[in-house]
């Protein structure tokens, strides 16, 4: 699907997604960032003040001629050996004084006049966040560097430990962002869901008007709705009308010059007798299509069976006339889109033609497909080739001047089918002559809707 089909919902959820995928992750670093350097920042106090007690216990002892610290820094873990905490002190030539912790080991200080943090590797490969400083110590000529360094593995622990509770804690947010959001755009958009509900009702010949009861913005849109239904259904009404009178206008002439014709000599009642019939032919085909037109997408659904009843009871008598049996078998469920008078008028034309070239035997019959209804016509007559169907969907074409106007039949079913979104195919019947078959969809509407 692209992003031009997207729905409402679908546009939304993606743009706060978006929204969140790029807003919660800087959120979280800037807090991290800010979290550590806190941390950092608390663990540096602490350095600092072990540095002042150092630096305040040390002295020259000026009998052993030695450095010594006078005091004790109140922390086991400076004499217990590589611990992580370390202490030392320096005049860059050969008096040195360290912690019992470090043992044999010495930390790589450097000289800072002032006091200075730095990250180091300490002993056994252990990272360490030292403090360092230069201070005067007399009788010494040269600064003693005094350095404390502490293993930052419980900083970095800690900081970890905030790090994973914040990605999950965004995590859950960023969770109860998107269902919250989910249903916000549900609540919001179920006055668009019932509109969508309504337009399927009106589809389906089910309701007549759009429901107006919405919010202030879609009450406005359906009521224009509304009043293009409306319009059209007047308009509607005035074409069935029109071309119904069209048809009567025309009937009577039609008849009065055919009478007139029977009184002039052949071959001039012949030629006059083929034209008249092609007005009459041209008026039915276009009645029909014009008539189809009008209700195409706005059909109720209606019982197949029921609907053609008064058809089939008709042209069954004509059957009995002729010595024709006629055989159908429409299931009562069976249910179209369709206005009553069009279906009739397709049914009754494909059985008309049936008749007129049946032996023994026509044959009605109807289900349900995946994509809508089928309805089929066969008959047991000589049936057509290829040629001659393809010639016989064709409007007004003529395949045997004994039986005139079965093209025609045959050409206003295809103009009905058509315009209801439909198919109509000829083929060979097992009867051994002609198969019509023809294919609704389930809603015309729909079928002819790209989206």
Not at 228 to 240: C, K, P
Not at 341 to 369: H, I, K, M
């Amino acid at each position: 699907m692209t992003a031009r089909r997207l729905s409402l919902a679908s546009r939304l959820m993606l743009a706060t997604l978006t929204v969140l995928l790029v807003s919660l992750p800087l959120a979280g670093i800037a807090l991290s960032r800010h979290v550590e350097a806190t941390a950092t920042a608390s663990f540096d106090e602490r350095l600092e003040s072990l540095l002042r007690v150092v630096v305040a216990g040390l002295a020259w002892d000026e009998v052993a001629g030695e450095l010594v610290l006078q005091r004790d820094l109140g922390e086991p873990r400076f004499t217990r050996v590589f611990s992580g905490w370390y202490w030392q002190a320096s005049d860059g030539g050969g008096h040195t004084l360290a912690s019992r912790s470090l043992w044999d080991q010495r930390l790589a200080t450097a000289a800072h006049p002032e006091i200075a943090f730095r990250d180091l590797t300490g002993p056994r490969g252990t990272p360490l966040r030292a403090i360092e400083r230069d201070i005067r110590l007399a009788p010494l000529a040269e600064p003693l560097h005094v350095a404390v360094a502490i293993s930052r593995e419980p900083l970095d622990s800690e900081i970890a430990r905030f790090d994973r509770l914040l990605a999950l804690s965004l995590a859950g947010l960023g969770a109860l962002l998107l269902a919250a959001l989910a249903l916000q755009i549900r609540w919001g958009l179920a006055p668009l869901r019932r509109l969508r509900a309504d337009l399927r009702r009106v589809e389906d010949g089910e309701a007549e008007r759009l429901d107006t009861r919405l919010p202030e913005e879609l009450a406005r849109l359906a009521a224009a709705m509304n009043g293009v239904l409306e319009r059209d259904r007047r308009l509607m009404a005035h074409a069935r009308h029109a071309a119904g009178n069209m048809a009567h206008a025309l009937k009577t002439p039609v008849s009065v010059l055919t009478t007139l014709a029977d009184g002039i000599e052949e071959p001039r009642r012949g030629r006059l007798r083929d034209e008249l019939a092609r007005i009459d032919a041209a008026v039915r085909h276009h009645l029909a299509r014009a008539t189809a037109a009008g209700d195409a997408g706005l059909a109720p659904r209606v019982a197949v069976a029921e609907v053609l009843a008064p058809i089939v009871e008709g042209l069954g008598r004509l059957a009995e006339r002729r010595g024709i049996e006629l055989r159908v078998a429409l299931p009562a469920t069976l249910r179209v889109r369709l206005d009553p008078q069009d279906l009739q008028e397709l049914v009754g034309n494909l059985l008309d033609n049936a008749l007129r070239w049946a032996s023994c035997e026509v044959r009605l019959d109807g289900g349900e497909a995946d994509d809508g209804v089928w309805l089929a016509v066969e008959d047991d007559g000589p049936g057509m080739d290829e040629a001659q169907r393809q010639a016989a969907l064709g409007r007004g074409s003529r395949l045997d001047e004994r039986r005139s106007q079965s093209g025609l039949g045959l050409a206003i079913v295809g103009e009905l089918v058509a315009l209801h979104g439909g198919e109509l195919t000829l083929a060979r019947s097992t009867l051994g002559g002609l198969a019509a078959r023809v294919r609704l969809p389930t809603s015309p509407l729909r079928e002819r809707d790209p989206g």
